[in-house]
């Protein structure tokens, strides 16, 4: 079993910045794989922010391209979403996934 470990959330105001990180647990399990940031708003369903293949072809929500930026660093083992200019319709619950696995989930609060 593999456990992805989620940090980087928190509370900024609107415009701010954030950058969450995932890893995988398990030592010798590779993030070159298809790997995703999703994330659940109260009251919404989970959705889709962006996701990357193991090839490295990425994907973003519409209401996110532009300001968040999906990436790995091979060397660390990490996957991370670089998020800018937040808006308060970013706060959710955001979870990363990779391969099979998921993240427990990590909250972002956008808010003056």
């Known amino acids: 079993q593999v456990q992805l470990l989620e940090s980087g959330g928190g509370l900024v105001q609107p415009g701010g910045s954030l950058r969450l990180s995932c890893a995988p647990s398990?030592?010798?399990?590779?993030?070159?794989?298809?790997m995703g940031w999703y994330r659940q708003a109260p009251g919404k369903e989970r959705e889709l922010v962006a996701t990357?293949?193991?090839?490295?072809?990425?994907n973003y929500a519409d209401s996110v391209k532009g300001r968040f930026t999906i990436s790995r660093d091979n060397a660390k083992n990490t996957m991370f979403l670089q998020m800018n200019s937040l808006k308060p319709e970013d706060t959710a619950v955001y979870y990363c996934?990779?391969?099979?696995?998921w993240g427990q989930g990590i909250q972002v609060t956008v808010s003056s």
């Open positions: 990357m293949t193991a090839g490295g072809s990425t």
């Open positions: 996934t990779l391969w099979r696995y």
């Open positions: 398990r030592r010798g399990f590779s993030i070159i794989n298809n």
